[in-house]
């Protein structure tokens, strides 16, 4: 099976601007998690999508969005973009199969803001 | 809330040396525990996972890790290291009460000398 893909993989944008993440998760996944990966605060998690309806959030500002498709991909959304939202944006997926969920991980996109 | 803490952000060992990382967490209830990895230049990938059942779990590559209850710890084993270790380690805990959400520790930086 082909893992979780995330474009693009890199992206460079600049204070205000607005930017949209997209993941694809692992065929048959249903659940798609987004997480937030820096040095100083290491890997927080942003939301999780199931069936077209956010499920869970974590502690960020309303800039930070979401959304899932019928066919579970994902896209996620930062507006007013500022110097430290700069990170490694990772998506995760899974099956979603109640208790025993295991979340495998996409390469990330890092999104550089000038 | 749940938070997981991993005590060594650097370890620096020997090819052949045995490696142990810990892993604490605090959540009063029932817990999925994981250990995932990220080698340089790669995207974060599972090591191995806790459920239920035999408190010692297998994983990839030689690892293992020992899931004590009482102490709230999930350490993270391997008897002999190799070069191809050198990454970081990061633990997680899902409290599956509490929705899919993963909450990671700091990680752990390992640096395998050959």
């Known amino acids: 099976k082909a893992g979780v893909t995330q474009t693009p993989r890199y992206l460079i944008k600049t204070r205000g601007q607005q930017v949209t993440l997209s993941c694809s998760p692992i065929?048959?996944?249903?659940?798609v998690s987004w997480y937030q990966q820096t040095p100083g605060q290491g890997l927080q998690f942003l939301f999780e999508y199931f069936s077209e309806t956010q499920r869970n959030k974590g502690n960020f500002p309303g800039r930070f969005s979401g959304r899932q498709f019928s066919n579970s991909r994902s896209e996620m959304n930062v507006s007013t973009l500022e110097l430290g939202d700069s990170a490694l944006y990772l998506c995760?997926?899974?099956?979603?199969?109640?208790?025993?969920?295991?979340?495998?991980f996409g390469p990330g996109t890092r999104l550089t803001v000038l | 809330a749940q938070s997981v803490s991993q005590h060594n952000h650097h370890v620096i060992l020997s090819e052949a040396a045995s490696l142990e990382l810990g892993c604490n967490y605090s959540y009063g209830g029932t817990v999925n525990l994981f250990w995932y990895v990220q080698y340089p230049g790669q995207h974060l990938q599972l090591l191995l996972k806790y459920f239920s059942g035999d408190p010692l779990v297998k994983g990839i590559k030689g690892f293992e890790a020992e899931f004590i209850k009482s102490k709230f710890s999930f350490n993270l084993r391997k008897p002999s290291v190799q070069w191809s270790d050198t990454a970081e380690y990061f633990c997680a805990v899902n409290a599956p009460a509490a929705g899919n959400k993963l909450t990671f520790g700091g990680g752990t930086r390992v640096l395998v000398k050959p």
């Open positions: 995760a997926s899974s099956y979603s199969e109640g208790l025993t969920d295991t979340q495998y």
């Open positions: 065929s048959g996944h249903r659940s």
